[in-house]
């Protein structure tokens, strides 16, 4: 049987990271846990491309090399019958990228860049959380490119509309609530839906 993709998507210090990584250890064995920006060097130029605020188009580019060749690695997995978690995907791109690239028709742009690698998450967890609360959350560590109210604002109003458009597959969680009750959550809604 083929495996499935599930990603975790939230604005900065929405807590998916922690979320991602307690679901991995409570699926076990069969389930992969991954993360973009990835760990290659690739993921590291994107980070350094964040670090050094390059252009917006750059860091777009980059953001794009780096998923299509995770995909290739996510589409491996999928054929190998492996449940694979990641910590952001596409709807990142959607939401941050959006609102970053100053060019006309962004979404457009950003849809046909993708064509020739795009692959659908079979479910997305959305952790909602107020701005004001995730920059409360990560205020102690030094705050990078995309991490301030307003920025985060017009992330999570490109999340909703995502929410909206794909209700079937985006599952918007109250990030607010403890890790453990969230993942309780999803695995409840995994169950559900016969992922798991
Ligand atoms: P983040 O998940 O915070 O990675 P790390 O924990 O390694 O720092 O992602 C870094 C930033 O990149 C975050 O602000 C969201 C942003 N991002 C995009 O703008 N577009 C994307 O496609 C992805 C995957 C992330």
């Not at 659908?120 to 909602?128: E, S």
Request: charged letters at 35%; glycine letters at 4%; a negative charge.
């Amino acid at each position: 049987m083929k495996g499935k993709l599930i990603t975790f998507e939230g604005i900065d210090g929405s807590g998916k990271t922690t979320v991602a990584s307690l679901l991995h250890e409570k699926i076990g064995k069969d389930a992969i846990l991954t993360a973009e920006p990835t760990s290659s060097w690739l993921g590291e130029c994107v980070r350094r491309a964040l670090e050094e605020e390059r252009d917006a188009v750059t860091i777009a580019l980059l953001f794009l090399a780096d998923r299509n060749e995770h995909v290739k690695e996510i589409v491996r997995y999928i054929e190998d019958g492996k449940i694979v978690i990641c910590d952001r995907f596409i709807d990142s791109t959607f939401a941050y990228q959006k609102e970053h690239l100053k060019i006309e028709n962004a979404e457009e742009w950003l849809n046909i860049v993708h064509k020739p690698f795009l692959i659908k998450p079979d479910l997305t967890f959305l952790l909602y959380i107020e701005p004001e609360k995730a920059i409360e959350r990560i205020k102690e560590r030094k705050l990078a490119i995309y991490e301030y109210v307003e920025f985060l604002r017009k992330v999570q109003e490109n999340y909703m509309e995502i929410a909206q458009r794909d209700k079937n597959r985006v599952i918007i969680i109250d990030a607010t609530k403890r890790p453990e009750e969230i993942v309780e959550e999803c695995i409840k809604i995994l169950r559900e839906r016969g992922i798991i």
